[in-house]
């Protein structure tokens, strides 16, 4: 039986991306309907948990105090529709550092598998970007691309290589479907 866990990207799936980073609690802007469709997951019994790079991190854009109040207020923000997030995993590293835990990598996934004892082969991991979808195929794991964020722009620069990989319009639209 496949565990009832759900693992989505930050920027672009859950609140607006921006070019520049979320750099402040006041640039975390939730995309409409994505705070509510964490919460129906939460109460169909889902564990939903985010795995996120953060180079801005790394490149001395903002501190992990900033990340921590950016990631206070998803979370409140969250808790006020009835929602709520069972981790927040994130990479601060630059691409540079050579980690294991930056996406395209499988780190930050394997991590989450590790700390809730759950096997992560078949999970929907809802991303923006292709390197979410490399590193949910490089753990078995279901890769699903939403059009919100940088997801057009992925869809037509990799459509070749996304194959039959299920798209959506939003995280709502995802979450739809899983229900």
Not at 84 to 112: A, M, Q, S, W, Y
């Amino acid at each position: 039986m496949i565990a009832k866990l759900v693992i989505l990207d930050r920027d672009g799936v859950i609140n607006k991306d921006s070019i520049d980073y979320i750099k402040s609690p006041e640039e975390w802007i939730p995309i409409p309907k994505s705070l509510e469709a964490i919460a129906r997951l939460n109460h169909a019994g889902f564990k939903v948990v985010v795995a996120t790079n953060q180079a801005g991190v790394g490149k001395g854009h903002f501190s992990l105090e900033q990340l921590n109040a950016i990631h206070q207020k998803m979370r409140q923000s969250l808790e006020r529709v009835g929602g709520k997030l069972d981790g927040v995993f994130f990479c601060p590293h630059t691409t540079e550092f050579n980690c294991k835990c930056r996406k395209p990598l499988p780190g930050l996934l394997l991590e989450i598998s590790e700390r809730l004892g759950i096997d992560i082969k078949h999970i929907p991991v809802v991303g923006d970007s292709y390197r979410d979808l490399q590193s949910a195929w490089a753990v078995g794991a279901k890769g699903i691309l939403v059009k919100t964020g940088k997801g057009l722009n992925t869809l037509a620069q990799y459509k070749e290589m996304i194959g039959n990989t299920e798209v959506f319009a939003d995280l709502a639209a995802v979450v739809e479907h899983i229900l």
